[in-house]
């Protein structure tokens, strides 16, 4: 049976092109989700899909860095896939762990797309820096209410039981009460 996996980064995305191109390979089951692929923690569809294939299965995908972005996790990824004996293809890639060519041409374009995402890390920390630098970027506004912290504090409540009370961790008490 192939078993298709299709996965974008983010809500706005669309994953319309590859579910086409999943349904027209003759994927049975599809699998779907909008979360970064920079890790395999959070992937849910993907463990539940990598714990559905069987031996003789096929999982495929459209392009390599649908399924991981960093080489450990794809090397992770198929052996998991080969241990169960599941073949991985992709559609718009010479990919295919029958062949010692498609094996290769798996762990090239493994290295590549851990090496992108690295890339746009190093863009996003520089543009970051720039910005602090000329005081535009302040960081994310905090979601804890500082005047409430101060407000149970001064009515006798130490920082454990504030904590409590405003559903947050204590560091992020102690945090405001020092600043």
Not at 70 to 86: A, G, H, Y
Not at 93 to 119: H, R, W, Y
Not at 143 to 169: F, P, Q, R, T, V
């Amino acid at each position: 049976m192939k078993v298709g996996y299709a996965r974008c980064s983010s809500v706005s995305q669309d994953l319309g092109v590859q579910l086409e191109t999943l349904k027209k390979v003759g994927c049975g089951k599809i699998y779907q989700e909008k979360v970064s692929g920079t890790s395999t923690q959070g992937r849910d569809e993907l463990k539940e899909c990598l714990d559905y294939v069987r031996e003789g299965d096929e999982l495929v995908i459209t392009r390599i860095d649908r399924l991981a972005r960093s080489v450990l996790d794809l090397q992770l990824i198929v052996k998991e896939l080969s241990d169960k004996k599941v073949n991985l293809s992709a559609t718009e890639q010479s990919i295919n762990t029958k062949t010692p060519e498609g094996k290769c041409f798996l762990d090239m374009l493994g290295v590549f797309a851990e090496f992108e995402t690295n890339l746009r890390k190093e863009r996003q920390s520089e543009g970051i820096l720039r910005a602090k630098q000329k005081g535009v970027y302040k960081g994310r506004k905090s979601s804890i209410d500082a005047d409430k912290i101060k407000e149970l504090k001064d009515s006798g409540l130490g920082a454990s039981a504030i904590a409590k009370e405003m559903n947050i961790h204590r560091d992020s008490v102690y945090r405001v009460l020092k600043g």
